[in-house]
């Protein structure tokens, strides 16, 4: 069984910040509320949480992650920045962007950027992206996500039957998480440090190439109402835009995507 320690993930790290230090737990509540509560704490930016297990572990829009000890990757990065923390849909962006490069170059899998925050391969979700930052204005990030990496398809609950997959179902083999651990942190820390120097124009080139939406007719599902339209791209802040049948762009901020026709 492959265990996580920071002496391994650290042997093969190539990194300059994230992953400084690593702590690692067996089991929390969820490592973005560790991160979250150690953020402001001295020298803290790119100090990274791993869990094996979380009590509340949680998604976006209120919705709980699921998880098996061993088989998945439990992450929070603390990140600094006071222009990035008013662009958290920029981080979701970059975060997926890197997580889906890291599997296409650890497993050769067709890893696609469902947007704002999944990762999806042939169709189903693998990877959950979660940016955070506390109410006070401290600057602080915190960057959590959920790969699923070893889960066979009988460990899922029902109810993410069909929808969720891993990285194990997909290419048949298990796949090492301290070798994939470390070549995501490596391409969020090379996404990071672009994003802080404000620049994003390659990003968003890369965005395009692994977007599963791109150029195709999607529902924004949104609080109060749903709305249809193509989804024509991304803007500087990492909103989506659809483009509406009555020919009007709208900035879609957050919400879930469907897409409109489905076989
Ligand atoms: C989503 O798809 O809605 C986002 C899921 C994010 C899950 C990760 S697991 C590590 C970190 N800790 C949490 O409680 N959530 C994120």
């Known amino acids: 069984m492959e265990e996580f320690s920071e002496d391994t993930i650290k042997a093969g790290l190539e990194t300059q910040i994230i992953g400084r230090k690593i702590y690692i737990y067996n089991k929390t509540s969820s490592t973005n509320d560790i991160a979250l509560s150690l953020a402001e704490r001295h020298n803290t930016e ?10 509340k572990g949680r998604g976006r829009l209120g919705r709980t992650w699921f998880s098996l000890p061993q088989k998945c990757i439990l992450c929070s990065i603390i990140l600094k920045s006071n222009m990035l923390s008013e662009r958290l ?14 599997i296409r170059n650890t497993t050769f899998l067709p890893a696609y950027i469902k947007w704002p925050n999944d990762v999806i391969i042939r169709g189903k979700k693998t990877c ?24 066979d398809e009988e460990d899922f609950p029902r109810d993410l039957y069909g929808k ?22 490596f391409e969020i820390e090379k996404v990071y440090l672009y994003l802080k120097k404000g620049e994003g ?8 190439e692994m977007s599963s939406i791109l150029g195709k007719q999607v529902k924004a599902i ?14 500087p802040d990492g909103a989506l835009i659809l483009r509406l049948d009555s020919g009007i762009s709208r900035r879609i901020t957050e919400g879930t995507i469907e897409y409109a026709f489905c076989c």
């Open 46 to 55: 790119g100090v990274v949480i791993l869990a094996e297990g979380q009590t």
């Open 89 to 102: 849909n920029l981080l979701t962006i970059g975060a997926s962007v890197a997580i889906s490069k890291a």
């Open 222 to 235: 949104l609080q109060n109402e749903v709305v249809e339209g193509q989804a024509v791209g991304i803007d």
């Open 201 to 208: 124009s390659l990003l968003f080139e890369e965005w395009k």
């Open 128 to 151: 959950g992206i979660l940016v955070e930052k506390r109410k006070t204005k401290t600057g602080f990030i915190v960057m959590g996500f959920g790969i699923n990496v070893n889960l």
């Open 164 to 185: 969720a997959t891993s990285l194990k179902m997909e290419c048949a083999k298990k796949v090492s998480r301290v070798e994939l651990v470390q070549k995501v942190l």
